[in-house]
């Protein structure tokens, strides 16, 4: 069974940083093209980075120049940091992988990391 677990959201002051994980376990083979999202309340979830296997990255337009994605396929995991953050950058960031196992393969998703930006 495949599981994504993220870390690392908090509370922080506008201007500050953080910095999220996510963590792929179980039985992997491989895994594909990776993916932050977020979702505040009473809004649609939205893409803020993603990260294939190989090639480039890509980012929302809010959030070009203050998050980088990376990924070290070593140890099945993700990162987002977070710079220069924004009131607006309140949310939970969800991440997301396509995972090949032996039987399948499956886009999966964590359980969320609550991120809170104070002004």
């Known amino acids: 069974q495949v599981q994504l677990v993220e870390s690392g959201g908090g509370l922080v002051q506008a201007g500050g940083s953080l910095r999220l994980s996510c963590a792929a376990s179980?039985?992997?083979?491989?895994?594909?093209?990776m993916g932050w999202y977020r979702q505040s309340p009473g809004k649609a979830r939205e893409l803020v980075a993603t990260?294939?296997?190989?090639?480039?990255?890509s980012y929302a337009d809010s959030v070009k120049g203050r998050f980088t994605i990376s990924r070290d396929n070593a140890k099945n995991t993700m990162y987002l940091q977070l710079n220069s953050l924004k009131p607006e950058d309140t949310a939970v960031y969800y991440c997301?992988?396509?995972?090949?196992?032996?039987?399948?393969?499956?886009?999966?998703w964590g359980q969320g990391t609550q991120v809170t930006v104070s002004s």
């Open positions: 997301n992988a396509y995972i090949l196992t032996v039987t399948t393969g499956y886009t999966y």
């Open positions: 179980g039985r992997i083979i491989s895994i594909g093209s």
């Open positions: 990260i294939p296997s190989g090639g480039s990255t």
